[in-house]
């Protein structure tokens, strides 16, 4: 079964993973295993739809051209993606969008504290994954909640981290990942003026937009019948995304 095409002004489906891998301790459900990673991206080509990076997924959308896709990203930059995800998006044709931390290359995720720790990418393995044709995005410098965060804090963390990873990539970097979901009208604007062209968040109410866009959390939970209800469910609950 094939989905409708969606209608101009619709809302663009953007599905957020965080980790991939061993789930034996996982409090804060950020993580799927492989084999269900392989399931949903599975769900997803069966029922004629594609994972895309959010870059492809936009540029689709201004074309009038994105039915079919589905925007695929994956926050924090955890070192699995490179061995537990990249192979099984290489397989099934899609590609994602990867933000991830220049301030804490080759770290872990302290601040999922307490919890276990999960290694993030070397500077290598992020060169890897561009490689292999993901598009690489910013989550700041060093996952803080930049809500709450000094003028200084959310300049270094909007705009350092864009110039890092231009450096590290030797391109320009678009892509911006709001840490915890966070986000309201001060931080748009400091991501807007560091250059950033699209962003995502979670659910960002009246800030929906190019530089606010919603995304639906999918974890190992989330079966065929949940991918169904959850796809739906995103486009019923929320606002338009216009200008893309």
């Not at 803080?144 to 270094?156: M, Q, R, S």
Request: aromatic residues 6%.
């Amino acid at each position: 079964m094939r989905d409708t095409a969606e209608r101009p002004g619709t809302v663009p489906w953007v599905a957020m993973y965080h980790s991939v891998g061993d789930r034996t301790c996982d409090p804060y459900r950020i993580t799927v295993t492989p084999e269900r990673l392989e399931r949903q991206l599975l769900w997803l080509r069966a029922r004629g739809l594609r994972g895309v990076s959010v870059a492809e997924l936009l540029a689709a959308r201004a074309r009038g051209a994105d039915h079919g896709l589905v925007g695929l990203t994956f926050d924090d930059g955890y070192a699995d993606f490179v061995t537990d995800a990249l192979p099984l998006l290489r397989r099934h044709a899609c590609t994602a969008t990867l933000y991830v931390l220049p301030g804490r290359l080759g770290g872990d995720n302290t601040w999922d504290s307490p919890g276990p720790r999960k290694p993030l990418l070397t500077a290598d393995g992020i060169r890897r994954a561009a490689a292999e044709g993901m598009e690489i995005g910013s989550h700041g410098l060093t996952h803080v909640d930049l809500t709450a965060a000094d003028d200084l804090t959310l300049k270094a963390e909007t705009v350092e981290s864009r110039a890092a990873l231009a450096d590290l990539l030797g391109r320009d970097v678009d892509g911006f990942c709001y840490p915890y979901g966070r986000v309201d009208a001060r931080v748009v604007a400091a991501v807007r003026a560091a250059g950033y062209r699209h962003a995502c968040a979670i659910d960002p109410g009246p800030l929906t937009g190019p530089l606010a866009l919603p995304r639906v959390h999918i974890g190992e939970r989330d079966t065929a019948v949940r991918l169904l209800l959850k796809r739906r469910l995103h486009r019923l609950r929320r606002r338009p995304v216009v200008g893309v």
